[in-house]
């Protein structure tokens, strides 16, 4: 239902309440009485609330609620139903301590409520919102969105505070920052009280202070009718009013539409409706108890108490209530909590098939599978954007439970079967190679934080295969507009083809070897790419890339010249950048320098070399470090073989600009990968002084005396350099040695960086070598390996 007709609908709710209440106050003329239905009705409507309250404390765990915040929601509702029953104050004027106690109660629990929604819309727009969001410069946003990012950086620095005194000291103001920033429901509730002093303070003061304390007062001796007053006049009430809307006003502020936070985390709609809600019937309400004056204290007290539930029940109901029930509907909480998984398979298998084929023949989708799926998804990339990732792995497997027809729960192991496959329409079809290609994400992210994790190395590689599997054999593929939604799985099943162990052969093909498997991946995503010129661009680098990898690198430099014909760097790398996160053609063409030099063909090289540093490079942007250096590294190299300390310099100049120096500006933001270019900088360095004594030499010579590198830098270096992370070690070690050894005050070291050099060398023999001896990876690789080992070995051996 749309925020505007539940905005009639509780206008007129409310209305046919007051009428109906009316009423009743018309026909009680014992105050006992009128006490009696008043205290029920205000009761039950208490009862009501703290019964939505629990029902979403009870779902705070549930995956598909939990970034709706159900614990601050639960506290929310509670507040209004505390405001609500507070309301039976207004029927005891004549009494000094419900007086006192009704404007504190009331407009506390209000402000409360309040400061949770600025809380709630602080915490998901803080954890969500990219980090260039919080340092975007004046003339990127408008007023509007100026003053909205002053609130959120004022309520950020209050969260720090809090943790700051929490942790008495230990936690430094600012260090928890950035786009995966880990706030917590503590942390929003600090914001929320920190928020709430003002108002506190106010009542205090009102309640404990005899000049302005609010007491009964008798206005008709004969009649018995008394009223609340205080000897300070209105001004107490007034400020306390104030110090209530301003929170929902700051609200409204920070749910404004502003970029990364879906429409769904966004209460901007709902506190409009229910602040339009609120209006009509204060205008009802307030203007009557104006009237009526102190004559009718029975009238006067529920108009009162109408009063405040005007503002109290549509908010507890739009923001709350309301969203419990979309939510739950449409992500099919409710269908799993009411029905077995026999029913809910039925169910599923009946909403498919009934709408699997039309007349033509074609698959059709099922509008509310889609629906649920999107939600879902939603959801999902909230958790990975906080860092969650189990929990995002747990909402992509919902989704693609949402296509099981047979009513199982999805498994990473089975997958889907024919049958479910054929009976997938084209958004179906989508929706699920999408959420294939992102758990293989997702399980590549375990594998980074564990290299040891063979489930998520096996479910990683396991969700790619499928998605190209289920593309191929969905009948549903001929009716897809845009075929470009499988582009990307090529494209990481590429990535991982590049770091799997040797031996390992990649699930779902037939028996195939991994080179034939490799072969064939790359020619069916050239061919998938056809007419679309950036795809193809990339699809060629991976073919390029393939056929390096089996030491056919003649065909690879043929494949990178037919790319060189299509591949614009102007129009095409920012693209490839935004689809790819990174330019694999540049890539490709600056590693084919390297071999070009290799066999022989040197002028080339470095024409090829200047190309890419003038044309290429420029079109990368400053902060793409890690692709600056996969491009650069292979082109240093390059230059340093020229044996040139001119050519040299120059590698050591363009690494440095472009690559180290960035990265040391950038510290621990840097990719983790940049933290260990020391080795090759130290090769370029010894390369451009001559094999002479350098500045820093004995900070370079201690550093490569003390390494302790992890497993994945060999594999990734190997994959992605052409050459093994530990052979790149050793050179800088042989680099080193020979300098040290024509320098009387390092002489000692020599004999050491050599030892150390062939220590590596034995590690790069495992990586690159069978065990039976032959090369396993790289050709080229392995010639450097041979190399660097012959000068150790020379530089070892006794004079």
């Known amino acids: 239902m749309k925020a505007s007709n539940r905005q009639h609908y509780i206008a007129a709710g409310g209305l046919a309440l007051l009428v109906a209440l009316a009423a009743v106050i018309g026909s009680v003329d014992s105050i006992t009485s009128f006490r009696v239905c008043f205290g029920v009705l205000l009761f039950t409507i208490c009862v009501v609330q703290l019964k939505v309250a629990a029902d979403l404390y009870k779902h705070r765990n549930n995956l598909l609620l939990q970034l709706f915040q159900l614990d601050s929601l639960s506290l929310f509702v509670a507040a209004g139903a505390i405001a609500s029953i507070a309301s039976f104050l207004f029927a005891f004027s004549e009494y000094d301590a419900t007086c006192a106690l009704r404007q504190p109660i009331i407009l506390t629990s209000i402000t409360f409520m309040g400061n949770l929604l600025i809380g709630r819309a602080w915490r998901i727009g803080s954890i969500i919102s990219s980090t260039a969001a919080f340092v975007a410069s004046s003339d990127k946003i408008d007023a509007v969105g100026m003053a909205r990012l002053n609130v959120m950086n004022v309520l950020s620095t209050l969260s720090q505070l809090g943790r700051y005194v929490g942790s008495s000291g230990r936690e430094k103001i600012g260090s928890n920052s950035g786009i995966r920033r880990t706030l917590t429901f503590a942390d929003s509730t600090f914001v929320v009280m920190v928020l709430l002093i003002p108002q506190l303070v106010l009542q205090i003061i009102n309640f404990s202070v005899p000049s302005v304390k609010m007491g009964s007062v008798e206005i008709l001796e004969d009649e018995g009718h008394y009223t609340c007053e205080s000897r300070a006049g209105p001004y107490v009430l007034v400020v306390g009013i104030v110090l209530a809307a301003i929170p929902f006003g700051i609200s409204l502020l920070i749910n404004i539409e502003s970029k990364g936070i879906p429409d769904k985390f966004r209460e901007l709609d709902d506190i409009v409706a229910s602040m339009t809600s609120s209006f009509w019937m204060l205008l009802a309400t307030l203007p009557t108890v104006g009237m009526i004056g102190q004559t009718q204290p029975n009238a006067r007290a529920y108009l009162l108490a109408a009063s405040v539930l005007?503002?109290?029940?549509?908010?507890?109901?739009?923001?709350?209530?309301?969203?419990?029930?979309?939510?739950?509907?449409?992500?099919?909480?409710?269908?799993?909590?009411?029905?077995?998984?026999?029913?809910?398979?039925?169910?599923?298998?009946?909403?498919?098939?009934?709408?699997?084929?039309?007349?033509?023949?074609?698959?059709?989708?099922?509008?509310?599978?889609?629906?649920?799926?999107?939600?879902?998804?939603?959801?999902?990339?909230?958790?990975?954007t906080m860092g969650s990732t189990s929990k995002a792995v747990a909402m992509n497997r919902d989704i693609l439970t949402l296509f099981k027809v047979e009513g199982?729960?999805?498994?990473?192991?089975?997958?889907?079967?024919?049958?479910?496959?054929?009976?997938?329409?084209?958004?179906?079809?989508?929706?699920?190679?999408?959420?294939?290609?992102?758990?293989?994400?997702?399980?590549?992210?375990?594998?980074?934080?564990?290299?040891?994790?063979?489930?998520?190395?096996?479910?990683?590689?396991?969700?790619?295969?499928?998605?190209?599997?289920?593309?191929?054999?969905?009948?549903?593929?001929?009716?897809?507009?845009?075929?470009?939604?499988?582009?990307?799985?090529?494209?990481?099943?590429?990535?991982i083809a590049k770091t799997m162990a040797y031996e390992y052969v990649p699930p779902n093909t037939n028996n195939m070897s991994r080179e034939e498997f490799e072969k064939t991946l790359s020619e069916n995503f050239v061919k998938e790419t056809h007419y679309q010129q950036y795809h193809q661009c990339r699809a060629l680098a991976l073919q390029a890339d393939v056929m390096r990898r089996q030491g056919k690198y003649e065909d690879a430099l043929s494949v990178i010249d037919e790319m060189k014909s299509i591949y614009n760097p102007h129009l095409h790398s920012r693209v490839l950048m935004k689809e790819y996160i990174t330019d694999h053609c540049v890539e490709i063409i600056a590693a084919s320098t390297f071999w070009l030099h290799h066999f022989g063909r040197n002028d080339e090289a470095l024409r090829l070399c200047d190309q890419v540093v003038d044309t290429m490079l420029p079109e990368i942007e400053a902060i793409e470090l890690v692709t600056k250096s996969t491009i650069l590294t292979p082109i240093c190299r390059t230059l340093a073989?020229?044996?040139?300390?001119?050519?040299?310099?120059?590698?050591?100049?363009?690494?440095?600009?472009?690559?180290?120096?960035?990265?040391?500006?950038?510290?621990?933001?840097?990719h983790p990968a940049l933290g260990k270019r020391m080795p090759f900088l130290i090769i370029l360095k010894c390369y451009s002084s001559g094999d002479e004594a350098y500045d820093d030499l004995s900070t370079d010579v201690a550093y490569m005396l003390?390494?302790?590198?992890?497993?994945?830098?060999?594999?990734?270096?190997?994959?992605?350099?052409?050459?093994?992370?530990?052979?790149?070690?050793?050179?800088?070690?042989?680099?080193?040695?020979?300098?040290?050894?024509?320098?009387?005050?390092?002489?000692?070291?020599?004999?050491?960086?050599?030892?150390?050099?062939?220590?590596?060398?034995?590690?790069?023999?495992?990586?690159?070598?069978?065990?039976?001896?032959?090369?396993?990876?790289?050709?080229?690789?392995?010639?450097?390996?041979?190399?660097?080992?012959?000068?150790?070995?020379?530089?070892?051996?006794?004079v």
Request: hydrophobic residues 35%; positive net charge; charged residues 25%.
């Open 310 to 384: 005007s503002f109290v029940l549509p908010l507890s109901y739009n923001i709350a209530q309301t969203r419990l029930q979309n939510v739950t509907m449409s992500t099919g909480l409710a269908r799993g909590n009411a029905n077995s998984k026999q029913g809910s398979s039925i169910q599923r298998q009946t909403k498919r098939t009934s709408s699997s084929s039309s007349r033509d023949g074609k698959v059709k989708d099922d509008p509310q599978i889609l629906q649920a799926a999107e939600e879902t998804a939603i959801m999902g990339k909230m958790f990975d």
């Open 408 to 495: 199982d729960d999805f498994s990473w192991e089975a997958g889907f079967t024919l049958p479910e496959i054929h009976s997938l329409g084209p958004k179906s079809l989508e929706v699920v190679v999408k959420t294939l290609l992102g758990s293989s994400k997702l399980w590549r992210s375990f594998l980074y934080m564990n290299s040891d994790n063979e489930e998520a190395k096996r479910r990683g590689i396991k969700c790619c295969t499928d998605a190209l599997d289920i593309f191929d054999r969905a009948p549903a593929k001929t009716q897809v507009s845009d075929r470009s939604v499988i582009f990307p799985v090529y494209s990481l099943m590429s990535n």
């Open 641 to 670: 073989k020229q044996r040139q300390s001119g050519a040299a310099k120059k590698a050591l100049e363009l690494y440095r600009t472009h690559v180290s120096d960035p990265a040391t500006l950038a510290g621990g933001k840097a």
């Open 706 to 798: 003390n390494r302790n590198d992890p497993v994945w830098l060999e594999t990734t270096c190997l994959a992605f350099l052409d050459a093994a992370w530990s052979t790149m070690c050793a050179q800088a070690c042989m680099c080193l040695a020979k300098i040290t050894g024509c320098n009387s005050q390092l002489q000692d070291k020599s004999s050491a960086l050599i030892k150390e050099g062939l220590k590596f060398l034995e590690v790069s023999a495992k990586t690159l070598k069978k065990e039976d001896g032959t090369i396993g990876n790289s050709m080229m690789a392995h010639s450097n390996y041979s190399q660097i080992l012959s000068e150790l070995e020379n530089l070892s051996s006794p």
